[in-house]
């Protein structure tokens, strides 16, 4: 008898959970105030809620999007991924997932690059969410001094 593994397909699980349909669903994965912090941002947002605002406002900005590598360290998982965004200007980062000693999601980090689409894909969140998140959380740097 022959056992075959079932290959991991990088960012599965997390997919899952960013397309889930409910508020509550989503919500679910997450610990009670969970942060996450983008490069995209000048600084975090906190919440289910507002976490989930953020990801469907950037999903309507890219045009292409794949894991390329998932790792797991302990309660940390490391997604790299590339994909293209505002034209088709290629864009790729990581977003690392820090869970609790349950497993819920407490932190989100996802760092883009490079720079120059960082900047556009701010401007493109600050245009689409203005302040919902939060005053001059997607303002350009050249607004904040």
Sequence with gaps: MTIQQ?????????????NRESLEAFASAFVRDPVLVASVANGAMYGAAAIRTFFKASAAIYETLAFTSEERVGHRTFLEWKGSALGGKAIDGI?????????????????????????????ELEHTLGDTLGAKLFARARQLS
């Design 95 to 123: 977003t690392i997932l820090a869970r609790d000693a349950t497993g819920l999601i407490e932190r989100i980090e996802i760092y883009h690059r490079p720079l120059a689409i960082v900047l556009a894909f701010s401007n």
């Design 6 to 18: 079932t290959p991991i397909v990088p960012g599965a699980a997390w997919r899952d959970i960013i």
